[in-house]
């Protein structure tokens, strides 16, 4: 019985999925993994100013026009904010905002 050769490709890790967040206002979609270039680029800025950098250089266009009309925190009657969505975004990616 023959034995296959691994090839270094066999051992990489399966492609993450995109993360992905749906509300009344659309959906927005962003990198299921936080790109070590974005938090070594930002690393100077707020936890505010980081995440909106990060989201602005990797969501589309259709996300960033779903995510500026987000409310900033949660409102009864209204699905979605960009509370929900960068605490969601965060949990997602084995984070939890505000700590380092």
Not at 27 to 35: A, C, D, I, N
Not at 57 to 83: M, T
Request: aromatic share 8%; glycine share 8%; net charge negative.
């Amino acid at each position: 019985m023959a034995t296959t050769r691994k090839t270094p490709q066999d051992h990489k890790k399966p492609a993450v999925a995109e993360f992905v967040y749906e509300c009344e206002f659309g959906t927005v979609t962003l990198p299921g993994f936080m790109p070590t270039g974005a938090l070594r680029k930002f690393r100077k800025l707020s936890e505010l100013d980081m995440i909106l950098s990060i989201i602005e250089e990797y969501a589309d266009e259709e996300s960033l026009e779903v995510v500026d009309q987000l409310p900033q925190d949660d409102i009864d009657g209204i699905d979605g904010s960009f509370k929900e969505l960068t605490k969601s975004w965060m949990e997602s990616l084995g984070m939890t905002p505000g700590n380092s």
